[in-house]
């Protein structure tokens, strides 16, 4: 009796052992507000099928999870935009090769508050209204108001996607009102009648409303085929080809599970390797 007593605390303290052995894999996950909805439903899936895995999200804007991933801050960088080159410079001068995997199609949608009467926009009318040449929205069809305008900063790979497209590098009016993620555009929109503003075709919610551009509406197959004007490639970056826990989390982004979830998001997944 002493003898199977002796055998079953010996099992038990083993079994404790090998559970306090089978270490927890973190990978750390930062920048694009875009790509951070992505991110968190692939996150939360993965870590019911794989509990070993722990992945800490945070978002803070292409550009700062670029270079965090420069400084070895992050395993993996968020970006709504391509890494610049002077991004790639600062990267090898610090030993880091940055490892680039499209993630999802994206769209780039002019929102306005579902108060607003308006429908529909063409690509000079927006660049006017962020040059703050068009300051009412009765000269483009809406009421009588004054204009609000409601940008991204400039650390957000999005402002330098509507930058690039629909400003042709000219200046958005110094009135805009900066925000520092999707969300918060959101949210500016949500409480002013006469706001305007641009997210990402996964932060289209019932509190604010989509605007046509030249009688195009955003959804995920119109920036799919390229029919949207305002389309871009979202991505992840990582420190040389991803490996260990690093690599589960970016091989469930492009499996067929991953992929599923990307459509969930309302995004679009990118063409399969």
């Not at 300051?135 to 609000?148: E, R, S, Y």
């Not at 650390?155 to 805009?176: C, D, H, I, Y």
């Amino acid at each position: 009796m002493r003898k199977n007593y002796l055998i079953s605390l010996l099992a038990l303290s083993a079994m404790a052992v090998s559970a306090s052995s089978m270490a927890k894999e973190n990978v750390t996950v930062s920048g694009s507000t875009t790509v951070l909805p992505v991110m968190q439903k692939i996150s939360e899936h993965l870590m019911q099928k794989d509990p070993s895995v722990v992945i800490e999200l945070s978002g803070g804007g292409s550009g700062s999870g670029i270079k965090a991933l420069n400084e070895q801050l992050t395993q993996v960088a968020m970006s709504s935009r391509k890494i610049k080159d002077k991004e790639l410079k600062a990267a090898e001068e610090k030993g880091v090769k940055p490892f680039e995997i499209p993630v999802a199609v994206d769209a780039i949608v002019p929102i306005v508050n579902p108060k607003n009467s308006l429908k529909n926009l063409s690509l000079d009318d927006l660049r006017k209204i962020y040059k703050g040449e068009i300051k009412n929205w009765k000269d483009v069809g809406g009421p009588d108001a004054p204009i609000v305008l409601v940008s991204r900063d400039t650390s957000s790979g999005t402002f330098e996607t509507w930058e690039s497209l629909v400003m042709k590098n000219q200046r958005v009016s110094p009135r805009a009102l900066l925000q520092s993620s999707n969300g918060t555009v959101v949210q500016t929109v949500a409480k002013n009648p006469n706001a305007i503003g641009y997210v990402g075709l996964g932060y289209l919610v019932s509190i604010i409303k989509a605007i046509e551009i030249n009688g195009i509406k955003a959804t995920p197959e119109t920036a799919k085929d390229g029919k949207w004007p305002l389309s871009r490639d979202l991505y992840l970056y990582t420190n040389h080809q991803p490996q260990g826990a690093v690599k589960k989390v970016t091989d469930f982004c492009l499996s067929e599970e991953g992929r599923s979830l990307i459509k969930e998001v309302g995004f679009v997944p990118p063409a399969k390797r």
